[in-house]
DNA sequence: TGCTACACTGACCAACGAGTCATTGGGCTG
DNA sequence: CAGCCCAATGACTCGTTGGTCAGTGTAGCA
């Protein structure tokens, strides 16, 4: 019988989904894909292997769900910081800002997901697709913004989407390098930088 | 005995070497290094499996092999590329001229360079270590140009080596997306369009 | 308190693939 | 031409791991 709109059945579905996945997110960032093995999330998830195959049906589906619900919660975040920003510089500033500091925050789930640019090499199917619409949305965003600002003068007349991959790119290398511990250095200094270049790059003067 | 310097075993050795590489890179480009399976090369190569084992210790080491071989050969041609340009400017466009223009002759090899950057998460050890020795020798190649501006006033006096990382990842991931297929066209455009980005941004004025 | 439903368990299985090694055969030497 | 050497072979071994399913225990109900 469903009370206050969640049976008992969902409520217990969404706690050990959720377990699950963090557990998840854990251990693919540590191992990759390849190398983290089912018995060693079910570990993690303190649930036994056979649990989360009433969960998810595959190995696959349980790495495509975690890397899914991390790309939901950054899309998220980066349309709310965005849409706070008044200006254009100021929304392009958003845009790196928001994404550098959230990997740190949210270090497991940012392996993963740069992990999968070199997986997709591999994949060229199903995934790949879709993993290539919630990179390209990300990339909207930012196209949105650089249209307003060519409207407006304030950036030179451009190639909208050539240029928004650029800044995307820009912004993943820097948290590669993080990741990789190859560059250290305070966050917030290399946020500034990084605009401070692409706002000069595409700005108009 | 030793005629023209070399043995019959050099020349063999070699021979196979080449061979195995050459198979490897195709093999390991298409399917990735775990999907990659050591019979799928030696059959690529043309060879059994067991030959392999009297030139390569591991599979691993042949993956190995086939990356270094592919950075070496594209660090050369991009000292030779910068070497022959004479301006600052000229030197970075080279830089990103020789990079772009060589993945079209070499998107196999590509492949698995790029795709070594996610799984270098994965491994925090050796391989690992000897992966980004190699990559920065790269950058070291721009920061050097970047000094030489800074000195001559074409270049705004930013910080070197962060901007290095920069203007080799726009370019990482201009080519990333070209493998991945979700860019298209004319690559001499896409250079100019980096590089004129990349020049507004670090450049004086 | 007895019964049922079902979430959960983990021993098990089958497939797979890296690495081995006994055997082969072609080329070179004497 | 005999005989040896050694590069090449590929059937085999054996550890690993994704996925299964018969069995277990407990929460909730009558």
Redesign the interface.
């Known amino acids: 019988m469903p009370v206050l709109g969640k049976t008992k059945q969902e409520v217990l579905t969404e706690f050990r989904t959720a377990e699950i996945l963090e557990a998840a997110r854990r251990v693919f960032?540590?191992?990759?894909?390849?190398?983290a093995t089912v018995d060693g999330i079910a570990e993690a998830a303190g649930v036994a292997k056979g649990t989360l195959y009433l969960y998810y049906h595959s190995k696959r589906a349980i790495y495509w769900a975690a890397l899914k619900h991390g790309i939901g919660a950054l899309h998220e975040e980066l349309e709310r910081e965005m849409g706070g920003a008044r200006t254009v510089a100021g929304k392009i500033h958003s845009f790196i800002a928001t994404k550098m500091r959230f990997i740190e925050q949210h270090r497991d789930f940012f392996?993963i997901y740069?992990?999968?640019?070199?997986?997709?090499?591999?994949h060229p199917t199903q995934v790949?697709e879709e993993f290539?619409e919630l990179?390209?949305r990300q990339a909207r965003l930012l196209e949105c913004v650089l249209r307003e600002g060519i409207r407006q003068r304030t950036i030179r007349n451009?190639?909208r989407s050539?240029?928004a991959?650029?800044i995307?790119?820009?912004t993943?290398?820097?948290i590669?390098?993080r990741?990789?511990g190859?560059?250290k250095g305070d966050v917030e200094n290399?946020i500034e930088?990084?605009f401070d270049?692409?706002w000069?790059?595409?700005g108009n003067r």
């Open positions: 960032a540590e191992r990759g894909f390849h190398e392996k740069y992990s999968e640019f070199g997986n997709a090499f591999a790949h290539r990179y390209q451009i190639r050539a240029t991959a650029v995307s790119d820009i993943r290398g820097a590669t390098q990741l990789l190859w560059s290399e930088f990084i270049l692409v000069k790059g595409i």
